[in-house]
């Protein structure tokens, strides 16, 4: 990419900030956002950050249409000293082009975008909540943006990030949830593009978990989209089981996506010395463990979700009850060492966190 410059256009109006307990997940806005466009002529061209506004689109844009889309997760976080922490972002950025190469959207140029979210993010710093469990959530997406009703991969798009202050992710909190095994609907196949952060994958992910909320279960557990048989991953989150002392959780296979925070929960529980096992596990194989009464721990990992704790699956008419309902000694250990490198309270073995503050100014 060209060297560019990020224009700055501040906004005159100053939203007022939320109090904790109304920040849930996702439904707040900072008041200003990044946006950058993309012709095949040009590249990516005209970053700016402006105030928070929507988004005028051609309705034959080819997202509306075909879905060519991608988007990523993140957060930053204040430490009690104020400074601003990113946890692992170049890893959110490789991710992002993983995804563009998967959906046929051209690169970003990674560097480049984490100095924009930088920026961003110091423009909307008092956005940033402070209390314990709260978090600034960073939405980066590019959208297809070719007014075109043929399908091929568009000409335009637009690449944005938006902020948002954020609570836990599920209304539990950290207490453990309830999860229903899927055996009807599948989420993906290897080959499709579940390892993709794109947008179609969470639609197909819709009518299953509508089942589930009526249900009263928080999310669904995929099983393989083959012979659904093998455990995937949850609605949101990658997902570990604790089985006679063996930490297991599903491996890559194409159809999972590439969590940051499953991989640094690996690290991490490996660095403890603990048995970590990324292997092909069965529904059955937890069941039966479920029932020999060696199934001690199951819980779901990712960026919004943080560590959550199963307290329940319910496969096949049958409720397996994990930990008594209760949060296990693993869940809460990675719980309280993930937030505490995230906030700076806990020391960071692996380097994980990038200050916001320090860098060069775009140039
Ligand atoms: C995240 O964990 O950041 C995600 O993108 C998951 C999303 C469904 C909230």
Redesign the pocket.
């Known amino acids: 990419m060209r060297e560019q410059r990020i224009q700055v256009n501040l906004s005159t109006e100053r939203k007022p900030k939320p109090q904790t307990d109304q920040l849930g997940?996702?439904k707040i806005f900072t008041d200003h956002m990044f946006v950058m466009d993309y012709t095949d002529e040009l590249g990516w061209h005209d970053p700016k950050i402006i105030p928070y506004q929507p988004l005028t689109l051609d309705p034959a844009s080819m997202i509306f249409h075909y879905g060519q889309t991608v988007?990523?997760?993140?957060?930053a976080y204040l430490t009690s000293d104020n400074r601003i922490l990113l946890f692992r972002p170049e890893r959110n950025m490789q991710r992002l082009n993983r995804s563009n190469d998967r959906l046929c959207i051209p690169r970003i140029d990674e560097e480049f975008a984490l100095e924009a979210l930088k920026q961003l993010i110091l423009v909307d710093k008092e956005w940033i909540p402070k209390a314990e469990g709260t978090s600034l959530?960073i939405?980066p997406f590019i959208v297809a943006t070719e007014p075109f009703l043929g399908v091929h991969p568009s000409s335009s798009y637009k690449f944005v990030i938006i902020l948002s202050p954020v609570g836990s992710?599920y209304k539990e909190g950290i207490q453990p949830v309830k999860i229903l095994v899927e055996n009807a609907f599948v989420r993906a196949v290897a080959g499709g593009t579940g390892e993709a952060?794109t947008a179609g994958n969470?639609a197909a992910s819709l009518k299953a978990q509508e089942t589930a909320s009526l249900k009263k279960y928080s999310q669904v557990l995929w099983l393989d989209g083959i012979e659904k048989k093998y455990i995937e991953e949850v609605?949101?989150?990658n997902v570990f089981f604790k089985i006679n002392g063996e930490i297991i959780t599903p491996e890559l296979n194409g159809s999972i996506l590439q969590?940051v925070?499953r991989d640094s929960v690996i690290q991490l529980l490996r660095h403890w010395g603990l048995t970590v096992s990324e292997r092909k596990i069965s529904m059955q194989e937890v069941y039966d463990a479920y029932h020999a009464g060696q199934l001690e721990e199951a819980f779901g990992t990712?960026?919004?979700?943080v560590i959550s704790p199963i307290g329940e699956f319910f496969w096949n008419d049958e409720q397996l009850l994990i930990h008594n309902g209760q949060t296990g000694e693993v869940a809460k250990r990675l719980y309280h060492t993930l937030t505490g490198i995230q906030n700076g309270t806990e020391p960071d073995p692996f380097n994980w966190v990038t200050e916001v503050g320090q860098e060069v100014p775009a140039k």
Request: charged share 20%.
């Open positions: 997940f996702g988007f990523e997760g993140m957060k959530y939405r992710y952060k969470y609605g949101s989150m969590g925070t990712g960026t919004a979700a």
